[in-house]
């Protein structure tokens, strides 16, 4: 994973999804808010970001995780990507890793940009591997359709692991693809299949999600 500087101007299109993901994730929030104010978590715990397995993101909101990426100095660039192929390696042979943007204060380093799956999740008691996240069932519903509605969003897209979808758009030539709003999932079969990558496409009900006017 190189992060290779691929920069094209963004049409309208792909500039509204962006701002469609805000305004998802704003309602995700406004609607789990009242269940939010029992919560346990607190800044440092960090048990989500070690021990809550596979991270799964859009490759929209990879889009703009990249972009955070490409913005930080390079010797930290370095570190990320180093961070990255760790986790490839070792979740490609089925073993657990901590998140890759997490950092050794255990703060996020990408958090003002980070996913909706970590946008989700909180717990209403302290975390342990015997005491997993504890969410309320009206927010586990209001998650779900979040999460269906930012694939919708991403029509043209992909969902899987973090570090999965970050070395796919950090392919020049599936870059270009998507960016284009092409949609060629045959291109990435083998590598989609061994390691869970969802199209998105499948998974839409709604024709007209995600569509630009």
């Known amino acids: 994973m190189n992060f290779h500087p691929l920069f094209v101007e963004l049409d309208i299109c792909m500039e509204e999804k962006f701002e469609q993901i805000g305004e998802i994730y704003d309602a995700f929030e406004t609607d789990a808010a009242d269940y939010k104010t029992d919560a346990a978590c607190r800044k440092g715990c960090a048990y989500c970001c070690t021990d809550a397995g596979s991270i799964d993101i859009t490759t929209l909101e990879g889009l ?3 972009s ?4 930080l100095a390079r010797p930290l660039q370095l570190k990320v990507k180093k961070a990255l192929n760790q986790d490839i390696k070792k979740r490609e042979n089925g073993r657990p890793n901590p998140c890759p943007f997490l950092m050794k204060n255990r703060a ?3 958090y003002a940009y980070r996913p909706f799956t970590c946008r989700r999740i909180y717990s209403l008691h302290t975390c342990s591997a015997e005491r997993p996240p504890m969410l309320h069932r009206a ?3 209001t998650a ?3 999460i269906r509605r930012l694939q ?3 029509d043209t897209g992909y969902t899987g692991h973090l570090s999965f979808i970050l070395f796919l758009l950090d ?3 599936f870059l270009e693809t998507y960016l284009a709003g092409d949609h060629r999932p045959a291109e990435i079969m083998h590598f989609g299949k061994s390691h869970r990558i969802i199209i998105n496409r499948t998974v839409r009900q709604d024709s007209s ?3 630009c006017s």
Do not use: T
């Open 108 to 110: 996020c380093l990408v």
């Open 209 to 211: 999600a995600g569509s």
């Open 152 to 154: 919708h969003l991403d």
């Open 68 to 71: 955070e990426i490409l913005r």
């Open 64 to 66: 703009a995780i990249r």
């Open 139 to 141: 927010v586990m519903k």
């Open 171 to 173: 392919n020049p030539k």
């Open 144 to 146: 779900a359709e979040s």
